[in-house]
């Protein structure tokens, strides 16, 4: 009680001032109203005041004074005084002190005067009241209290009961049953009622009892029986135990309790003049029966669920039907009715929410809410509730409503005022609803109208003092929409209005909050509730139903029904159909046609089952083999694009999924945004393209829609919109990018680990096609500033975000383009000049604006010493044009418009088709028209512009501070291939470039080395290519061939495309180009050699390819064959040996791997229908030298010369060859692949029938490999004939025969002096040179001998030549690098020009590089020529005639003997052919069909049978080269050997072609 402290100082100066104090104190509590605080206070006070008094510090006459005194200030005064010294006489009676008692027995006894006897006797202590005197004995004082007690609680008073005395209760019910209309009160009738029970002596429970009876029958009279029961009634209890057994009657079974006792209950509760715990306790049923019973419901339903699931069998089924019966029966006994839910109804009718509150909570959720009674009322208790808010905030335009009469209950939950109100009550109020809301929709619609409502304000308001009080709102009504709108939405019975209604809340929540939603509806709420597991196995199994008869054919129907069945369970139906779409692909297209009955909600619930079905941990993204995608995702990727592109769903969730699994490392979900894109924008991404849509690629936008892609493009303009709006609304357009460009090498380096080579490569191409079709529609559907503003520049792309340089200039293309266009756009406005030159100028001038920043930041893509060869300038041009640029498709635009007036005429000529139709088709077709004839013409000016620009930088390009070889391999590095293989469209790109630089005449560009080392090192690329990259590094091939063809197809073209252009120059002199020096171009015959060198080596690579048994280089090489078919092969032999290989690889993969079998088998069948387009070898370029050459033969073959100017120019070209070849042994580390190519290329030897000259080094190494393969072959070969062991004796011999003609040659060459080898070697190049002569016409001995041997010699190195394509076996890197820098000098020194005696398809296959120029030459210095040329006209004047005409003789003689030689081992040959040809067919692994025999023997045997004169020929050149004297006597000595040798072999091939005949 001592919560006010009196001050000490007014203790002390009592009588001065502190007496004074307290009584102002004293005043002002009592004058404070403060509901009841005021008495405590004035009690301490007093307290305080008194225990000062006890304790002695304050005088008791004093103090009884003052208390005197202030007892006029209250009337309640001396009862609060007396409660006060109550206190003190419990405190100090507990007191050993005596004089403290004293103190206050005498302070007591001073206030007697003002303080009555009666009220101190009430409250202290007998023994106190007898000291002061109040009493005379304290004893006597208790024994009569408990008398008095006694009489007034436990003596029974006899009341008369209503048996006993009628008239008495006759009369009360009398009364209480009289019309209460007029001013009879309650008051009144209990007056009555008083008199009744005194005057017939009624007992007063019986009366109460009576009272509630009228009570119950005149229910809707609560207020006057209400005040009547709180008047009369004496205790709560005593009224609970009478309600509780007029309960108890009605337990009984088959007994029902009335409303109107659930009523008078209610009514009493919400008064409290009953307690709800007294009252429950008298209900049944009690609570554990409840809990079972509910449990029980729960289990019968998922039976019920189970069995709609399984399948049951005839015979179950008649137990089952049995069983159901039996518990029908067993039902038909009811139980007494559940008496709590009956209270609790009637609570909730007169609106007492918190006491049914309290009975909700004793039972299960939503059990009570299950019985639609009490669902009803609780949503009546709610219409109540929100009905204000509602009419102020959630009535749409135009609608009245009905009003609500409010209920009259003060004690109800209160009306909302806003949307803060409804946390009080209505929330919770909804929650115990749950999914019972179902059974008020009008309420349903409402409380979603005010979220509608709710969430306007909360988007709109902004304000940091009301954003917190929001953001616990939203999560209110987030909660309201899992727990109840959505579970009742799944119990309404196919309400579209209600699913359309909730989508108008859903859509203002962010997707996020929408999908958790979507997932606890599916995945949570249905196995909560009895009702909704029903429901759940019901929507199954009507699903089953209607997916079970869905075709095509029966869209409409299936498509109503389930329409139908989605407005309330979209999940569980959804859930099913994709299920079986994953099952059966072939549903996709009826189940996308039958959605178009679903509403707005159901669409978005199906995008998130999509994405759900998408992230299933369960399921294998793989197949089990782990080389492609699972079937299931690939249907599921179709269903999503087909469907986003049919119907408005929003994409955010979708695409948000993709970039989360991008982010994660994983790419196989790039699959659906490959399809979203093509379906919704239209953008195909296949390398299948035909040459037409290729060509439809390179034009406008229009043009790309009608002939660019294979599905006809119509109406995507609506589905790109919305699909541009999702990526720029959630900002997802550049990490998409960003992430699909770092993710290719991703999948290689971060994926690829585990993987199969094959996945790894499907899942890198299915990243880079999905990155170039979303950045072809980022490009083609951005606006300029969207795309400018979201895409950074090129150096930030690739510094800070790692982006492949190929992806970023991708990306950056546009964004370029739409720059230059806006900069000229403003250019042309500034200055208003129409001329073309003035538009040009203008051009050129906005493209440097916005190129000049690209030019800067590419620098730091690249180390500094790049850009010693290459400018930045042609780095970022390269990069930024598009085939858009440079040319334009007229056959494409020629093509789609006749087709639109094809479709013209069709329109006109149907009679069918209605006159208004008619029309809009033709004007639809006649716009079209219009539209890509203006898109040519804009395009036609777009090219003339860029063309002028190149033509202005060009010669700023390439700057080659290096040689030109290094400036080639930069090209080739950073820009030709990693271009050439990003899309189709670049490959055509990057063909058209070299083409187009090419005819701009571009200094220091060589042409013709840039298409040698893209023909010579395809081996290296192609292995490194994925299966798409293969595809379009074949196309680019192809383009490149294309060009090469039509060059060597007409010399006109040739002469007119490429003579006096730069890139065809075979030397750049330091002083530039001078075009008129026709010694420094190459002629058109030596560039058909050129050409069919660049065949051979593509025949070479792809033999090895298809020999590796790899099966990436086996499917890589397949494809780019197939690609490259128009133009190659061309030559009959390749072709052949092509064909062999090709059909091998049928043969060995037909049960091993089909797809390689498939594709083999593809290539096979249109090679042979290409057989009659191939032309034989002296076709396809002249292997003798044409009578009438624009340069002499003396001039272009050099050596033998008599002319001194043609000498020097001959010697000048070879020298910058072999100094080329020097520099580029050199660079090998920059352009390893092409050396590579090449150096495999001369390993090959090389035999001329016109005496070329080789190395002994060669000849041995031909040797070594012809060995090592024999030796392969009889591995190989088990069995063999008689003919073929007398062949390999006689080959021994000549094997041991050529060994030792071979020592005595390197015998003879150390003797021999290094000047005399020079003199010879010169004398042996006139004596060609003559003979070459004698070759063109002039006279020559030997006739008709000459031109047979030549054909037979022909025939029999044609079959050899396609077993030369063999793989080379692998040697030493050092060993070859060191034999290719020695050959490349010996082959620069070769004739490119042959003997017409001898066409020698062999050697041409062997090693082209001898027989024609060597391009991949560097310019040598001028000083090194003039010696060059100094020593060479020295030599030449210092032979005489009768050296050439001795040596023309002796050379003549020699070949007669090789010619003889190999005629009649061909002979034998010939009858080998006839004996085993059928039975060594088919084993043989030579590549060519012709030959019976196996290719390493008869490689051997011609080199073996030759290799006397090559030995001989070879030494000729290295005394020549080493400037050794040689003695006339031991030359003519060895070159009468020759010529016995060679009369020999030429009577023997008579003999054996006479035979053979």
Request: hydrophobic fraction near 30%.
């Amino acid at each position: 009680m001592a919560t006010l402290i009196l001050p000490g100082e007014w203790i002390k100066n009592w009588e001065k001032s502190g007496k004074h104090e307290f009584v102002q104190l004293c005043k002002e509590l009592t004058e404070k109203t403060d509901h009841g605080n005021e008495t405590k206070d004035i009690q301490a006070a007093l307290y305080e005041v008194c225990s000062q008094v006890v304790q002695g510090n304050l005088k008791i006459d004093l103090v009884s004074a003052v208390l005197g005194e202030m007892m006029e200030l209250r009337d309640d005064l001396p009862s609060i005084l007396a409660d006060v010294f109550c206190i003190l006489d419990l405190e100090t009676g507990a007191l050993e002190e005596k004089n403290k008692r004293d103190h206050y027995t005498h302070l007591v006894g001073a206030c007697l005067s003002f303080v009555p006897e009666a009220i101190l006797k009430e409250r202290l202590d007998p023994e106190t009241l007898e000291s002061l005197g109040l009493i005379k004995q304290a004893h006597q004082f208790n024994q009569k209290i408990v008398k008095i007690k006694t009489k007034l609680f436990y003596k029974q008073q006899k009341f008369n009961l209503l048996r006993e005395e009628n008239e008495g209760y006759a009369k009360l019910i009398t009364e209480l049953g009289q019309d209460l209309s007029g001013n009879i009160t309650s008051h009144l009738v209990l007056e009555s009622i008083k008199s009744l029970i005194g005057c017939f002596n009624l007992d007063p429970n019986r009366v109460l009892d009576i009272i509630l009876e009228v009570y119950e029958s005149r229910s809707e009279q609560d207020e006057f029986f209400l005040s009547l029961i709180k008047s009369y009634m004496c205790e709560p209890i005593t009224l609970c135990h009478i309600l509780g057994f007029k309960f108890k009657f009605y337990q009984e079974p088959n007994e029902e309790t009335p409303k109107s006792l659930y009523h008078i209950a209610a009514a009493l509760l919400n008064h409290k003049l009953i307690e709800l715990e007294d009252l429950y306790v008298h209900l049944m049923p009690v609570d554990a029966t409840i809990v079972e019973e509910h449990k029980r419901e729960i289990s019968e339903a998922k039976q019920i669920a189970r069995k709609l699931v399984t399948v049951v069998l005839p015979s179950e089924k008649s137990e089952d039907k049995e069983k159901e019966k039996e518990k029908e029966e067993e039902k038909n006994e009811k139980p007494p009715d559940n008496q709590k839910l009956g209270l609790l109804e009637a609570l909730l009718r007169i609106g007492d929410w918190h006491h049914a509150q309290s009975i909700m909570d004793q039972m299960p959720s939503f059990y009570a809410t299950s019985h639609k009674a009490i669902a009803l009322a609780l949503c009546q208790l709610v219409h109540l509730t929100v009905e204000p808010l509602y009419r102020r905030a959630g009535v749409p335009k135009g609608a009245k409503g009905c009003a609500l009469q409010p209920l009259k209950n003060k004690r109800a939950p209160q009306p909302t005022e806003s949307f803060e109100d409804l946390r009080k009550d209505t929330f919770s109020m909804l929650c115990y609803l749950g999914p019972h809301l179902s059974h008020d929709p009008i309420l349903f619609a409402k409380i979603v109208r005010l979220g509608k409502s709710f969430m306007k304000e909360y988007q709109s308001d902004g304000r940091p003092e009301v954003k917190d009080k929001m953001e616990i709102l939203l999560s209110c009504f987030l909660s309201i929409a899992d727990q109840v709108l959505l579970p009742s939405l799944s119990l309404m019975e196919c309400n579209a209005c209600m699913s359309e209604e909730l989508w108008g809340l859903f859509k203002l929540f962010p997707y996020q909050h929408r999908y958790r939603l979507y997932g606890q509806w599916k995945n949570e709420t249905y196995s909560g509730h009895p009702l909704l597991v029903k429901v759940k196995a019901q929507t199954v199994e009507r699903a089953k139903y209607i997916m079970k008869r869905l075709t095509k054919e029966n869209i409409k129907q299936s498509g109503r029904q389930i329409g139908k069945l989605s407005h309330s369970n979209p999940t569980i139906l959804f859930d099913y159909m994709l299920s079986q779409i994953q099952w059966y692909d072939n549903l996709i297209v009826p189940v996308v046609d039958s959605l178009k009955y679903l509403t707005s909600l159901n669409y978005d619930v199906l995008a998130y089952c999509i994405i759900e079905a998408l992230a299933n941990p369960e399921k294998e993204k793989m197949k089990h083999d782990d080389t492609t995608l699972s079937l299931w995702l690939q249907s599921l990727a179709s269903l999503c694009g087909a469907v986003f592109r049919k119907y408005p769903i929003e994409l955010a969730g979708l695409l948000q999924y993709v970039t989360n699994q991008l982010k994660a490392g994983k790419s196989f979900d790039l699959l659906i945004l490959k399809e979203v894109v093509q379906k919704m924008a239209g953008i195909e991404i296949t390398d299948e393209m035909t040459s037409e849509q290729l060509e439809a690629m390179t034009g406008g936008e229009q043009l790309k829609a009608e002939g660019g892609y294979f599905g006809q493009i119509r109406n995507t303009k609506k589905s790109s919109q919305r699909l541009k709006d999702a990526l720029l609304d959630h900002e997802l357009a550049l990490p998409l990018c960003l992430l699909m460009a770092q993710q290719r090498n991703g999948v290689v380096f971060l994926e690829g680990g585990e993987k199969h080579l094959k996945l790894v490569g499907h899942l890198y191409d299915q990243c880079h096609d999905t990155l170039v079709q979303f950045g072809g529609f980022l490009a083609s559907n951005l606006s300029t500033e969207d795309y400018i503003k979201r895409v950074p520049s090129i150096d930030v792309l690739c510094n800070q975000f790692h982006t492949p340089h190929d992806a970023a200039f991708f990306l950056s293309r546009p964004m370029y383009a739409h720059q230059i266009l806006s900069k000229y756009e403003e250019l042309k406005k500034a200055e208003k000049g129409n001329r073309q030159q003035q538009k040009v100028t203008k051009y050129v001038a906005a493209c440097e604006q916005v190129m000049m920043p690209v030019h800067e930041a590419v620098m730091s893509l690249h180390p500094a010493r790049v850009w010693d060869d290459l400018r930045p300038q042609f780095y970022a041009t390269f990069w930024s044009l598009t085939m858009y640029d440079l040319a334009v498709p007229h056959a494409a635009y020629e093509r789609e418009v006749n087709k639109l007036r094809v479709q013209i005429k069709a329109i006109e000529e149907n009679s069918e088709i209605p006159l208004n139709k008619k029309k809009k088709e033709k004007e639809r077709c006649t716009a079209l028209q219009e539209k890509l004839q203006e898109e040519e013409k804009k395009q036609m000016e777009h090219v003339q512009r860029v063309l002028h620009r190149l033509k202005l930088e060009k010669d700023s390009w390439l700057l080659t501070k290096s040689t030109k070889n290094e400036t080639i391999t930069k090209f080739l590095q950073l820009c030709l291939f990693p271009r050439c293989i990003f899309s189709s469209i670049d490959a055509v790109y990057c063909a058209r470039f070299v083409e187009l630089v090419h005819q701009q005449k571009t200094p220091n560009f060589c042409t013709l080395l840039c298409y040698d080392r893209v023909f010579s090192a395809i081996i290296y690329t192609v292995a490194s290519c994925t299966e798409n990259e293969s595809h379009r590094y074949g196309r680019f091939l192809c383009c490149m061939l294309e060009t090469v063809t039509r060059w060597h197809s007409n010399r006109a073209v040739y002469e007119k495309e490429c003579v006096n252009y730069p890139g065809f120059l075979t030397i750049f002199r330091a002083a530039g180009f001078d075009g008129g020096n026709k010694a420094d171009q190459l002629d058109y015959e030596n560039f058909r050699h050129v050409v069919h060198k660049w065949h051979y080596m593509l025949t070479k690579a792809s033999v090895h390819c298809l020999e590796t048994g790899d099966y990436t280089h086996i499917r890589n090489i397949l494809i780019v064959l197939t690609k490259i078919l128009p133009c190659y092969p061309k030559v009959l032999n390749l072709g052949q040996a092509l064909e062999c290989r090709v059909h091998k690889i049928c043969l060995e993969e037909k049960d091993k791997r089909p797809d390689l079998y498939a594709l083999a088998m593809g290539y096979s069948g249109r090679l042979k229908s290409q057989k009659v387009h191939m032309v034989p070898e002296n076709e396809f370029h002249h292997k003798d030298q044409p009578a009438r050459s624009a340069t002499p033969a003396s001039q272009q073959n050099g050596p033998g010369s008599t002319g001194k100017p043609a000498a020097n120019t001959s010697k000048t070209e070879e020298g910058g060859f072999e100094d080329g070849d020097r520099v580029k042994d050199k660079s090998q580390g920059t352009s390893k692949p092409v050396n590579k190519a090449n150096s495999t290329a001369a390993k090959v030897t090389t035999s001329n029938g016109n005496g070329a000259l080789n190395s002994t080094k060669a000849v041995k190494d031909d040797k070594e490999k012809s060995g090592k393969e024999k030796k392969e072959k009889k591995e190989k070969t088990p069995g063999s004939t008689p003919e073929t062991k007398a062949e390999s004796r006689r080959e021994k011999q000549r094997d041991e025969r050529a060994g030792k003609e071979e020592r005595l040659l390197r015998e003879g060459k150390e003797k021999t002096p290094k000047a005399d080898r020079e003199k010879v070697k010169l004398d042996e190049k006139s004596g060609k040179d003559d003979k070459a002569k004698a070759g063109n016409g002039e006279p020559v001995e030997p006739g008709r001998d000459a031109v047979k041997e030549s054909k037979n010699k022909e025939k029999g190195d044609r079959n050899a030549a396609t077993a030369t394509l063999k793989s080379p076996n692998p040697r030493s890197d050092s060993a070859e690098s060191e034999r290719d820098h020695k050959r490349r000098k010996l082959d620069s020194h070769s004739s490119p020009s042959h003997s017409s005696s001898v066409k020698d398809s062999s050697n041409e296959l062997k090693d082209p590089a001898t027989k024609h120029i060597n391009f991949n030459s560097v310019a040598r210095s001028k000083s090194r020529e003039r010696e060059v040329e100094k020593k060479d006209t020295e030599s030449v004047q210092g032979r005489s005639k009768e050296k050439k005409e001795e040596k023309e003789r002796k050379e003549r003689k020699r070949d007669h003997a090789v010619n003889d030689r190999e005629a009649s081992q061909e002979s034998k040959r010939r009858k080998d052919e006839n004996g085993t040809n059928s039975s060594k067919n088919s084993q043989s692994t030579s590549p060519s069909c012709d030959s019976p025999l196996t290719p390493e023997k008869e490689k051997t045997k011609r080199s073996k049978s030759s290799s006397k004169e090559k030995a001989e020929s070879v030494k000729a050149e290295r005394t020549s080269s080493g400037g050794k004297k040689e003695s006339r006597h031991e030359k003519s000595e060895k070159k009468e050997k020759r010529d016995s040798a060679g009369g020999k072999e030429e009577k023997k091939h008579h003999k054996s072609s006479d035979k053979h005949r």
